[in-house]
């Protein structure tokens, strides 16, 4: 498990902050994101998945997930791709940036947000940031909704808040 503050100040907000899409509430949901989605940086690879299929990461970003922003939204915007060309060189060699670049990772978990219509909940808001993340992150089946977001808050205060 990966200290939350620390990552925070080291990968969360350096990363919103130079892509531009830094906000106190679009940091916090990124920790929770990651808080819920990997045990706080415990798992780098969606566990009882097969590989190729997995999400990756702190993020747990699938592979599906990251093609498609790049094809509908990184490459019609040429900051955003950019600066996601400026993360990739970072880590030269690499086989799958989604695992072996958090600074990657946290970006294109950003962009999803990103592209999402509605606005972040506000700050402090964990339970609306838990139905932010249902809705527009998780793509589980709508009945599975309440279970999903108690999951979300159960983890974030765990994780986050070590309670």
Known sequence: MINAQMFRE???RPVLKASGTYSEAAEELMLGTMAHESDMGTYSIQQ???EDRAAQ???QVE??????????????????S?????????CPG????????????????????????S???????IKGQAEYWFKYYNGSPENEREQKVAEY?????????GK
């Open 48 to 50: 009882g998945i097969d």
């Open 94 to 117: 690499a086989v799958n940036l989604l695992r072996e670049n958090p600074l990657y990772n946290c970006f294109i978990a950003r962009m999803k947000y990103w592209r999402s219509p």
């Open 153 to 161: 808050i159960r983890d974030y205060n765990q994780f986050v808040k």
């Open 82 to 90: 950019a600066y996601a060309y400026e993360l990739i060189k970072m």
């Open 57 to 59: 990461g702190f993020f």
């Open 119 to 125: 606005a972040l909940p506000a700050v402090g808001d």
């Open 10 to 12: 080291t990968v969360i």
């Open 63 to 80: 592979k599906f997930t990251e093609a498609d922003i790049w094809d509908t939204y990184l490459n019609r915007k040429p900051k955003f």
